[in-house]
């Protein structure tokens, strides 16, 4: 059996399709399967994977019965026979050493360790500065260990860049009952399950940015999508008696759109809550002023303000014995 399998769902793939595939042959390390699963695609893209199939019978085609990348990872896990489990979009590049070291980590991890690594967006233009910042957030959390501090600001592993053992993840379920997007909602799972993320710190990731990426272009990958998941993940992951939220950006009307709407009580607060003598949505705005510690307290902060005033927020939460990660969250 082969000691990795790297799942890849394929959909109108065809330009890159040979181009991630041959990143995967070229690995210095050589014991792994590729699945990949054709999600009713109707370019050349299965094609395309015939050819490497027929050459080399690490390569696997199967073909997707359902419509969607969900059911195309279920079909692709249950196809999986490798002790570690990985992912491979169709578009992207993997470096030649990326399966070796995440190998060679996990070979000496504890249990329910995930292994991740540096991301690199590369494409055929600029790379626009949000792309960028995203980029340099998710390595710099990664690295330092912030993984699971940062869960509810944004998706904080990368689907193609994760290596975990497959026993570990069929043990919480797989990928079955999860909602879209999958990859945060997989995320979701782990931090539920208590799973440590370590970082090499090795780029093992090239991460292709184009317009008909999925994420550009599939409903299920917008921002009101990724708050519904995050709220309702929130609501149901961490108990509290008493919320707060902080903000009165966008950030903060999603989140507390999503909460009148379920029904949830809270409390909103800003900086400057004079701006809103009116309130918001016939909601009072009060002053973060009146922010005290006590048993059960949950803060979401719907800002992100720039470093230096970070530092001061987060040294006023202290004061306040609010611990990020634990009382107090960005979104």
């Not at 009101?224 to 939220?245: D, G, M, T, V, Y």
Request: hydrophobic letters at 40%; aromatic letters at 14%.
């Amino acid at each position: 059996m082969p000691k990795v399998s790297l799942i890849m769902p394929f959909f109108q793939a065809e330009r890159f399709l040979r181009e991630a595939l041959l990143s995967v042959l070229e690995q210095d390390f050589e014991d792994w399967e590729l699945i990949a699963v054709n999600d009713q695609s109707t370019d050349a893209g299965a094609e395309i994977v015939s050819e490497f199939v027929f050459e080399d019978a690490r390569f696997r085609l199967f073909e997707n019965d359902q419509k969607g990348i969900l059911p195309a990872l279920q079909l692709g896990l249950k196809k999986a026979r490798g002790k570690y489990i990985g992912r491979i979009d169709a578009d992207d590049r993997f470096p030649e050493e990326r399966l070796r070291l995440m190998v060679d980590f996990l070979e000496g991890a504890k249990p329910k360790t995930i292994v991740t690594g540096l991301a690199q967006y590369f494409s055929d233009r600029p790379i626009s500065k949000g792309y960028a910042k995203y980029q340099n957030w998710l390595n710099e959390t990664n690295l330092n260990g912030y993984t699971w501090e940062e869960i509810y600001r944004e998706c904080p592993i990368a689907s193609p860049n994760w290596l975990m053992r497959r026993e570990e993840l069929l043990k919480v379920g797989g990928f079955d009952g999860l909602s879209y997007p999958e990859d945060y909602d997989w995320c979701f799972r782990c931090y539920q399950h208590q799973f440590d993320v370590q970082s090499l710190s090795a780029t093992t990731l090239l991460w292709r940015e184009h317009p008909a990426r999925t994420s550009r272009n599939s409903e299920h990958y917008q921002q009101e999508a990724f708050f519904r998941l995050k709220i309702r993940r929130f609501i149901e992951l961490e108990s509290f008696e008493e919320l707060i939220l902080w903000g009165s950006g966008r950030k903060a009307r999603i989140t507390a759109a999503l909460l009148n709407e379920w029904g949830l009580r809270f409390r909103w607060m800003d900086l400057k809550p004079s701006r809103y003598p009116n309130g918001i949505n016939d909601q009072k705005i009060e002053d973060y002023r009146n922010i005290e510690a006590r048993p059960g307290l949950k803060l979401l902060i719907g800002v992100y303000p720039n470093p230096a005033e970070r530092k001061d927020l987060e040294a006023f939460l202290i004061s306040r014995l609010l611990r990020k990660g634990r009382d107090y969250w960005y979104l």
